[in-house]
């Protein structure tokens, strides 16, 4: 099995940075997407930024030009740098993945346990 496991959240106040790390660990063999979530209080989950293996990148309207998304393939490791950031930023931000399980030939979304990023002054 694949486990994601994150770190680098925190308490920041606002205009400040933070950066983001999930890396996997396990029985990996390939994986695809990777990508940050995130989920704030009272709220559905939503898009925050997604990396394909090849490097293409999708991110959320919300989150364009001030959140930056890159992977370490070799590491299987995908880093959210977060600049610029406001109160409505507040949220656990879980890490997703794709990867693909031999077992089942196919892939399979995993999920980490999330991390929180609380923006106060």
């Known amino acids: 099995q694949v486990q994601l496991v994150e770190s680098g959240g925190g308490l920041v106040q606002p205009g400040g940075s933070l950066r983001l790390s999930c890396t996997g660990s396990?029985?990996?063999?390939?994986?695809?997407?990777m990508g940050w979530y995130r989920q704030a209080p009272g709220k559905q989950r939503e898009l925050g930024a997604t990396s394909t293996n090849g490097g293409r990148t999708n991110d959320a309207d919300s989150v364009k030009g001030r959140f930056t998304i890159s992977r370490d393939n070799a590491k299987n490791t995908v880093y959210l740098q977060m600049n610029s950031l406001k109160p409505e930023d507040t949220a656990v931000y879980s890490c997703n993945a794709d990867s693909f399980d031999v077992e089942l030939a196919r892939y399979l979304e995993v999920w980490g346990q999330g991390t929180l990023v609380t923006v106060s002054s």
């Open positions: 396990g029985s990996i063999y390939s994986i695809n997407t």
